[in-house]
């Protein structure tokens, strides 16, 4: 029973910052990589980065690279997502997951989303 609680989310204006948090529980968390994923309004799902087991290696998509950071807390089985130079384009619900979810494929087969927090950036 994996449970996938995401937090942290709120209304900010263009180029303010927001701290996302995901808390996990019914898995190891400290074996898997885990992935941010956001979904915007009449949009399809869209990757945003991942991190490895450890937390020495990141990815991100071009969109946020240089503006988002992805961490790890293994100790306290949370992920968080800092959040800065916030774009209109950012608004979208974000949710965590466990593995890379880099491409269409894992994207599709993963199916156990939390409920997502909502991000919304508008002036």
């Known amino acids: 029973q994996v449970q996938l609680v995401e937090s942290g989310g709120g209304v900010v204006q263009p180029g303010g910052s927001l701290r996302l948090s995901c808390a996990a529980s019914?898995?190891?968390?400290?074996?898997?990589?885990m992935s941010w994923v956001r979904q915007a309004p009449g949009k399809g799902l869209e990757w945003v980065s991942d991190?490895?087991?450890?937390?020495?290696?990141?990815h991100y998509a071009d969109s946020v690279k240089g503006r988002f950071t992805i961490s790890r807390d293994n100790a306290k089985n949370t992920l968080y997502l800092q959040m800065s130079s916030l774009k209109p384009e950012d608004t979208a619900v974000y949710y965590c997951?466990?593995?890379?979810?880099?491409?269409?494929?894992?994207?599709?087969?993963?199916?156990?989303w939390g409920q997502g927090t909502q991000v919304t950036v508008s002036s």
């Open positions: 019914g898995f190891t968390f400290s074996t898997p990589a």
């Open positions: 997951a466990p593995g890379r979810l880099y491409n269409e494929y894992a994207l599709r087969r993963y199916n156990s």
């Open positions: 991190i490895n087991n450890s937390g020495d290696t990141t």
